[in-house]
């Protein structure tokens, strides 16, 4: 399953084809806020956009899932919150790979990597090597 791309989500899901992580951005109030819509929830502002960030982050929770949901993803699996270096707050659910299960930790630090799927392009994260 693919997510729907939606205008205001479409730099979400498709900056990853350059290497990006798109964020929306306020550039009223400076903040940064996942899911992409089309106003500010802090300052209410609508003078927003996708901003690309470092794709740095650091796991704040996790689950591993053992149950074989889909075949794309044979179970063991780490499902994560990751919180953005750019601002801790603001978090995505993701998928961390390239990992071995049982070395994931909370306060992990990891990078953001594409997997291209037709029109989208998922970020995974996986640990930071250097």
């Not at 992580?21 to 300052?43: D, E, K, N, S, W």
């Not at 796991?59 to 499902?79: E, K, L």
């Not at 930790?105 to 090597?129: K, N």
Request: glycine share 4%; with cysteine; aromatic share 12%.
């Amino acid at each position: 399953m693919l997510p729907e791309v939606t205008e205001e989500s479409r730099p979400f899901w498709t900056g990853g084809f350059d290497q990006a992580l798109l964020i929306h951005r306020c550039r009223f109030c400076r903040q940064y806020f996942h899911p992409p819509v089309g106003a500010c929830f802090r300052c209410r502002s609508r003078d927003v956009g996708p901003e690309k960030v470092s794709g740095r982050a650091r796991v704040a929770a996790y689950t591993v899932n053992h149950h074989p949901w889909f075949d794309a993803f044979p179970p063991p699996y780490v499902i994560a919150a990751v919180e953005l270096d750019e601002q801790p707050d603001v978090r995505l659910t993701t998928c961390l790979v390239e990992c071995d299960t049982e070395q994931v930790t909370v306060g992990m630090p990891v990078e953001v990597v594409f997997d291209e799927q037709d029109d989208v392009a998922l970020p995974f994260f996986r640990p930071v090597t250097s």
